[in-house]
């Protein structure tokens, strides 16, 4: 039960119920061990209801925000999955509170704001915050990074990443598909190469037909490291055929290739082929479940929340705001990395 303090679960509080919330709420409680779900809270009283009551957690809602969230008992940890423009204000109420939390991307969506998160952390002198940056828990990301290197294809000298949604279903706009979904490539690009971004171009060409007036898709996000590989990304949003995720690193000795997945290949009437998901969720189902539980196990051992750091959502949330620019000058813009503070430095 969702005030039961009788065991040594972490009971974490769920801002926001819409897709990926509820699908975090269901693999607290169901697929991650040493977890339970405490509270949820939502602007939608019914909605924070509906996703609550089937895992014994408080419902939270209402004029007072968060703070009944907060201040439920047994809500040890919070996990943000709010709309984006919620999430900077929402992170400095839970430093605040004093909890660790997993925030969903992006960590912030102005430069300013992921910096002051930054800053924040860094003045209490600890790590509680992680973001939510799941793809780097995916089998299929680490066992590319693995590649990587003189054990493997050598030296990585381009990258593409392919990124397609579905359909748009809250309107396409340009700037956030940079700050809300091209903002993973842009992360996992940087911990793939253990590298940081120097300038970055984008370009678009024709739009597609469901481009509303003045908006761009899909468009081509292209990217200088600071050792000099380059990095494309193609992002399109309304895609209309799936969701569909894939990288290829060129590497001096080889190259080394990650698509969909594990689906299955049907044959079948003189045809091979495999299913398309429609949204990401089934595509990264794994790396979700793999997240969480990294999460949890690292708030119950006091170690470093083990995914992506307030520093990669800061830097993730600063290049997404370089590539709006250049996509609006139509020209190259250079990335400046501030120094990086020694609270973010790497664990051995
Ligand atoms: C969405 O907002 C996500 O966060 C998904 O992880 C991403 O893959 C998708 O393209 C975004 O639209």
């Not at 969720?281 to 929340?305: C, H, K, M, N, V």
Request: hydrophobic fraction near 40%; charge should be negative; charged fraction near 25%.
């Amino acid at each position: 039960m969702a005030d039961d303090r009788s065991d040594d679960t972490i009971g974490v509080g769920i801002i926001g119920a819409g897709n990926i919330g509820t699908a975090h709420t269901a693999n607290l409680a169901r697929s991650v061990s040493g977890s339970r779900v405490a509270a949820v809270f939502d602007v939608d009283a019914d909605r924070a209801a509906t996703v609550a009551g089937p895992v014994g957690a408080r419902a939270c809602s209402g004029d007072g925000g968060i703070d009944e969230l907060l201040g439920t008992e047994g809500v040890d940890a919070v996990l943000i999955a709010s709309p984006d423009a919620v999430h900077a204000e929402q992170v400095r109420s839970v430093l605040a509170a004093e909890r660790p939390m997993l925030c969903e991307k992006p960590l912030a969506v102005t430069d300013h704001d992921a910096r002051s998160i930054v800053d924040a952390e860094v003045g209490r002198g600890r790590r509680t915050i992680q973001v939510g940056f799941m793809r780097r828990f995916d089998p299929g990301y680490t066992a590319l990074k693995r590649e990587l290197g003189p054990d493997g294809i050598g030296e990585p000298l381009l990258v593409h990443q392919l990124h397609t949604n579905t359909r748009a279903p809250y309107g396409l706009f340009t700037e956030q598909t940079m700050t809300n979904m091209a903002i993973h490539e842009l992360d996992i690009g940087r911990w793939l190469l253990d590298d940081e971004y120097e300038s970055v171009l984008v370009l678009h060409g024709r739009p597609g037909p469901r481009t509303p007036e003045g908006e761009h898709d899909p468009i081509l996000v292209i990217l200088r490291s600071a050792s000099g590989v380059l990095v494309q990304i193609e992002a399109f949003v309304n895609a209309t055929f799936g969701y569909q995720v894939a990288c290829r690193v060129a590497g001096a000795d080889g190259q080394a290739a990650m698509g969909d997945g594990a689906f299955v290949t049907r044959s079948r009437s003189f045809n091979r082929g495999v299913d398309v998901p429609e949204l990401w969720l089934g595509r990264f189902a794994e790396s979700y479940r793999l997240q969480l539980q990294g999460w949890i196990d690292a708030i119950r051992t006091g170690a470093a929340p083990p995914g992506a750091s307030a520093w990669d959502g800061y830097l993730a949330t600063m290049v997404a705001n370089r590539a709006i620019e250049a996509y609006h000058r139509g020209e190259e813009v250079a990335i400046e990395v501030p120094p990086r503070p020694a609270l973010y430095d790497p664990i051995d």
